[in-house]
């Protein structure tokens, strides 16, 4: 169903025994949304890692940080994770130099990921949300974030996917998924099964509307103004 934004795709589905037909138009995936709280904050969200969503997370920085916030807040809650590389370039916007982390392949090979330089964001104070919805290459950014000291993770445990995958394409219309590499946070921690832990706990309660694990960074970073 992938195709330019603007043109359409017809849907034959069948569910129950039944054919529904389906006429949609394709729009543009939107990766990052991104708002100045009443506090004077800056807040951005990210759900996913790609070439796309790297270039959203830049315009939506740099419009952020027009707006002179006091903060930022990094939300990366509900992320899929995806490519290594689109991680690798959306770090260098929070942390001017040095190694954000390592993917180790068989025979003990590794490949370091450096900060590509130029960071847009690289002064401003950072907090990182995390929960359990926080999935593969958005682990590897909480933990680069914390292990770099550029900022603070606060929430809850992530996932625990600590190994990248690649995908290939084989006869009748099947695909076989490969793990090619772990990867490894800047001071050697592999998540694989046991998630990033936060540096603040939070956790939000079902019984209210309120986003308390977001009201805990807005509280952490008004207190180191």
Known sequence: MRGVPGTSVHLTIQRAGQVHEYDLVRKEQVFVTSRILP????????????????????????????QKPVGLIWDLRNNEGGDMQAAQEILSYFIKDGLLFTAQLTGNRTIEFQAKGGAIAGDIPLVVLIDKTTYSAAETSAAAIADTG?????????????VIQSTMSLPNDTMLQMTIAKWLSPKGTWSQGKGVSPQIE????????????????????????
């Open 202 to 225: 939070a956790s939000n309660d079902p019984a209210t509307n309120t986003d308390e694990i977001l009201e805990k960074a807005v509280e952490f970073l008004l207190a180191k103004k």
């Open 150 to 162: 550029r900022g603070t993770t606060i929430g809850a445990t992530t996932f625990g996917k600590g």
């Open 39 to 66: 506090s004077g904050i800056g807040y951005i969200s990210l759900s996913a890692y790609n070439q796309t969503a790297s270039q959203q997370m830049k315009q939506g920085l740099e419009s952020l940080l027009q």
